[in-house]
């Protein structure tokens, strides 16, 4: 819908066009997205975080689900923010989603427990929200899952991310689904643990397998703009958009940088994948967080990267480049 509709009950002129863009700031009428009370999970969470500041921004009116109430704290100050206590698998959730025009869903897991599961909550959470959003008129809805995403031939948490995504799709609300690689920038779980081992472990650098994996990893900020488009852009309603950085790069080109950038040298040593599937197992056992998982490795070493090109044309985006936004953030 074209901002112009909410502006006045006719169609502008040039003259008041003209008069209007310079007023809020040269942006072209119909870019402008309309503003949209947006239900929003997983808001305090890596991307979640981000996003929520920028819905609220772009004024925005953003309800936010959490587990726990004060974990959503960031963009606070800008207004507009409601929190609502709970999560994806709850009864009654239409009664927290009633009154939003869009749903934004990022609730995910990267480790199971007993009590989180893939299936759960990827798959079932959605389901859930799917329902709710029905059940009370939601007009958008847009949902973050992961590239490789796939019902067959992959790990249990790609098959979850397949199996959410045909939810949204049969959910007969319109819908954007968006898949990412690997998300880096401030406060990347994967770029954060990548750095602590190539600082912690004395005299060498770990690098899992050959290293040869390759990916095309995309900034926080990049996978924000997409999101936050999602809301009102029409050309990606109801598209399956893989959400990638500027350059592909293999595993060993990652650890590489990231030294470079601490101005660590240590050696790089590479660790045979079968003795780090021994150490994932061994893992699996002990009642702690482990360091790795054998889903993980599984999706190590298939790497994940695919065309931009569809994202860019959709989004009307330059992806920033791993080295460079690297380099912004350690240098």
Not at 80 to 86: A, D, W, Y
Not at 93 to 107: H, I, P, Q, R, T
Not at 218 to 241: G, R, W, Y
């Amino acid at each position: 819908m074209a901002s112009t509709e909410l502006l006045a009950p006719a169609p502008l002129d040039e003259s008041w066009r003209g008069y209007l863009r310079s007023a809020i700031g040269c942006v072209s009428l119909d870019e402008r997205p309309r503003r949209m009370k947006v239900f929003l999970t997983g808001a305090s969470g890596f991307v979640g975080s981000n996003l929520l500041e920028r819905l609220l921004r772009d004024g925005h009116p953003v309800r936010a689900l959490v587990r726990r109430r004060g974990a959503a704290g960031g963009g606070s100050e800008l207004g507009n923010l409601e929190i609502v206590e709970g999560d994806i698998l709850s009864p009654g959730l239409a009664s927290k989603v009633d009154g939003c025009e869009a749903v934004v869903n990022l609730v995910g897991i990267i480790y199971e427990s007993r009590n989180q599961t893939f299936e759960a909550i990827h798959h079932l959470g959605t389901k859930n929200l799917v329902v709710a959003a029905r059940e009370v008129g939601v007009r958008r809805f847009v949902q973050m899952s992961a590239l490789g995403a796939r019902p067959n031939n992959a790990t249990t948490y790609h098959r979850s991310k397949f199996a959410a995504e045909q939810e949204v799709r049969s959910s007969r609300i319109p819908w954007v689904i968006l898949r990412p690689s690997l998300i880096f920038g401030p406060g990347s779980a994967f770029l954060q643990q990548m750095i602590d081992v190539a600082r912690r472990v004395p005299l060498v650098r770990p690098v899992a397998g050959t290293g040869e994996y390759r990916f095309r990893p995309i900034h926080v900020k990049d996978v924000v703009e997409c999101f936050a488009q999602s809301l009102s852009n029409p050309e990606a309603t109801e598209k399956t958009i893989d959400l990638v950085g500027a350059e592909e790069v293999t595993l060993n080109q990652i650890t590489d940088e990231i030294a470079s950038c601490l101005n660590i040298r240590k050696t790089p040593v590479h660790v045979p994948m079968p003795l780090m599937r021994l150490a994932a197992a061994a893992f699996s056992i002990v009642p702690v967080k482990p360091p790795v998982t054998s889903v993980q490795l599984q999706m190590l070493e298939e790497g994940s990267t695919a065309d931009p090109a569809p994202m860019k044309r959709i989004f009307r985006i330059e992806p920033t480049g791993f080295r460079e936004g690297l380099k912004h953030q350690l240098d």
